[in-house]
C-alpha cells in the first residue's frame, strides 16, 4: 500500500509540473498580476468551509453532551492539516480530531460522532459527486468508456457510502470493523475481545444517535453541504476580480465537475495533478482558458499550506494544553 501511495505521488507530481510547464510560469505570473487582494479573499473564505463542517461535527453528539463550536474548530482544523498531507480517505484526520475532542464528552461519544459525522460528509460528497457526473454526461467532451468509468465510479461511491450507513444504523460497523477473526491472531484473543466489547459500546451510540437525532443528522448533510459549497463562492471571487462570466451556470459547472473529481481522487496524496488538472478541464467546459484553472488551484494551493499551517498550529497547542492538563492532575493525585 505504501509503494501504491508513494506511486500516486510520483505521478501526481509528474502530472503538476507537466501542467505547469505546458501553461508557462511567465503565463501564470501575468494572470496572477490583476487578482490583487482577490488572492486574500479567496484563501480567507476558506474558514467559513472549516466552520461550516465544524458545526456539522457538532451536530452529530447528542443534544445534551454538544461542545460549543468553537472548542470542537481547533480539532477540526487539526484533522483537516492531517488529511491533506496523507493518503488515508481522512481516516488520520479523524484520528487527530477524536484525540483531541474534549474529554468530557468521553471516547465512546466522540468516536460515536466522528462516525455519525464522516457518514453525513460523506453523504454530502456523494451528492455534489452525482451532480458532477451529470454535468459530464450531459456536456462533457467524453467518449463511451470514459462516460462507462465516469458512471461506474459514482455508482461505487454511491453504493459505498450507502453500505457504510447502514451499518451505522444497524449498529453494526464497529463491530464490522473490529470482528475479523484474524485480530484476535494478530493482538490476541484477551484484547480482541475487549476491543469487540467496546465496539458494541460504540455501536449503541451511533444506533441511538440515528434513532433519536434524526433532524440534527439532516442539518449535519446541509451544514457538510454548505462547506462545501464555500467552493462555488471562490470560483464566483476568481472570476469577479478577473472580470469573467460569474453566471450561476458557469460558477456550477466548474465547482461541481472539479469537486467530483476532488473525491474521486482522494487516493492521490494531496491530489497533487489531479486537483489542477480538474479545474483545468472544469473551466474548458464553460469556455474559459485552462490555465486560469490552473491559476486558481494554485491559489487554492496557497489556501490549503495557509489553513494547513493554521492546523498544524492548532494541533501543537492542543495537544500542549492536554499533556499540561494532563500534568496537573498528576501532580494533584
Given at each position: 500500500?505504501?509503494?501504491?501511495?508513494?506511486?500516486?505521488?510520483?505521478?501526481?507530481?509528474?502530472?503538476?509540473?507537466l501542467l505547469i510547464h505546458e501553461v508557462g510560469v511567465d503565463a501564470l505570473r501575468r494572470e496572477s498580476a490583476h487578482l490583487g487582494w482577490g488572492v486574500l479573499a479567496i484563501v480567507a473564505v476558506?474558514?467559513?468551509?472549516?466552520?461550516?463542517?465544524?458545526?456539522?461535527?457538532?451536530?452529530?453528539?447528542?443534544?445534551?453532551?454538544?461542545?460549543?463550536?468553537?472548542?470542537?474548530?481547533?480539532?477540526?482544523?487539526?484533522?483537516?492539516?492531517?488529511?491533506?498531507?496523507?493518503?488515508?480517505?481522512?481516516?488520520?484526520?479523524?484520528?487527530?480530531?477524536?484525540?483531541?475532542?474534549?474529554?468530557?464528552?468521553?471516547?465512546?461519544?466522540?468516536?460515536?460522532?466522528?462516525?455519525?459525522?464522516?457518514?453525513?460528509?460523506?453523504?454530502?460528497?456523494?451528492?455534489?459527486?452525482?451532480?458532477?457526473?451529470?454535468?459530464?454526461?450531459?456536456?462533457?467532451?467524453?467518449?463511451?468508456?470514459?462516460?462507462?468509468?465516469?458512471?461506474?465510479?459514482?455508482?461505487?461511491?454511491?453504493?459505498?457510502?450507502?453500505?457504510?450507513?447502514?451499518?451505522?444504523?444497524?449498529?453494526?460497523?464497529?463491530?464490522?470493523?473490529?470482528?475479523?477473526?484474524?485480530?484476535?491472531?494478530?493482538?490476541?484473543?484477551?484484547?480482541?475481545?475487549?476491543?469487540?466489547?467496546?465496539?458494541?459500546?460504540?455501536?449503541?451510540?451511533?444506533?441511538?444517535?440515528?434513532?433519536?437525532?434524526?433532524?440534527?443528522?439532516?442539518?449535519?448533510?446541509?451544514?457538510?453541504?454548505?462547506?462545501?459549497?464555500?467552493?462555488?463562492?471562490?470560483?464566483?471571487?476568481?472570476?469577479?476580480?478577473?472580470?469573467?462570466?460569474?453566471?450561476?451556470?458557469?460558477?456550477?459547472?466548474?465547482?461541481?465537475?472539479?469537486?467530483?473529481?476532488?473525491?474521486?481522487?482522494?487516493?492521490?496524496?494531496?491530489?497533487?495533478?489531479?486537483?489542477?488538472?480538474?479545474?483545468?478541464?472544469?473551466?474548458?467546459?464553460?469556455?474559459?482558458?485552462?490555465?486560469?484553472?490552473?491559476?486558481?488551484?494554485?491559489?487554492?494551493?496557497?489556501?490549503?499550506?495557509?489553513?494547513?499551517?493554521?492546523?498544524?498550529?492548532?494541533?501543537?497547542?492542543?495537544?500542549?494544553?492536554?499533556?499540561?492538563?494532563?500534568?496537573?492532575?498528576?501532580?494533584?493525585?
Open positions: 500500500m505504501r509503494r501504491l501511495h508513494g506511486l500516486c505521488l510520483l505521478l501526481g507530481a509528474a502530472l503538476f509540473a476558506e474558514g467559513l468551509a472549516d466552520l461550516l463542517h465544524t458545526a456539522g461535527w457538532q451536530r452529530c453528539f447528542p443534544r445534551g453532551e454538544r461542545p460549543g463550536v468553537w472548542r470542537l474548530w481547533g480539532p477540526q482544523l487539526a484533522g483537516a492539516a492531517i488529511n491533506l498531507v496523507t493518503p488515508t480517505a481522512g481516516l488520520a484526520g479523524e484520528v487527530v480530531r477524536g484525540s483531541l475532542a474534549p474529554r468530557a464528552c468521553g471516547s465512546d461519544g466522540v468516536v460515536a460522532s466522528l462516525a455519525v459525522s464522516k457518514l453525513s460528509a460523506a453523504l454530502a460528497d456523494t451528492a455534489l459527486v452525482l451532480g458532477g457526473a451529470a454535468v459530464l454526461l450531459a456536456h462533457g467532451p467524453l467518449g463511451a468508456g470514459a462516460r462507462g468509468a465516469v458512471a461506474g465510479a459514482s455508482g461505487l461511491l454511491a453504493g459505498g457510502v450507502l453500505g457504510f450507513g447502514l451499518l451505522q444504523r444497524r449498529g453494526r460497523l464497529a463491530g464490522f470493523l473490529a470482528a475479523p477473526p484474524v485480530l484476535a491472531q494478530l493482538i490476541g484473543r484477551e484484547r480482541a475481545a475487549r476491543w469487540v466489547r467496546a465496539a458494541a459500546a460504540i455501536d449503541r451510540r451511533i444506533a441511538a444517535l440515528h434513532t433519536a437525532e434524526r433532524g440534527a443528522l439532516r442539518e449535519a448533510v446541509a451544514l457538510h453541504l454548505l462547506g462545501n459549497a464555500v467552493g462555488a463562492l471562490q470560483i464566483h471571487l476568481f472570476f469577479s476580480v478577473l472580470g469573467l462570466t460569474s453566471s450561476l451556470a458557469a460558477v456550477g459547472t466548474v465547482f461541481l465537475v472539479a469537486r467530483a473529481i476532488d473525491v474521486l481522487a482522494f487516493f492521490v496524496p494531496g491530489r497533487l495533478g489531479a486537483q489542477e488538472g480538474a479545474r483545468m478541464f472544469a473551466m474548458s467546459l464553460v469556455g474559459i482558458e485552462p490555465s486560469l484553472g490552473l491559476l486558481f488551484s494554485l491559489i487554492l494551493r496557497l489556501e490549503q499550506l495557509a489553513w494547513a499551517g493554521l492546523g498544524f498550529a492548532a494541533y501543537g497547542v492542543l495537544l500542549w494544553q492536554r499533556r499540561a492538563t494532563a500534568g496537573v492532575v498528576g501532580v494533584t493525585r
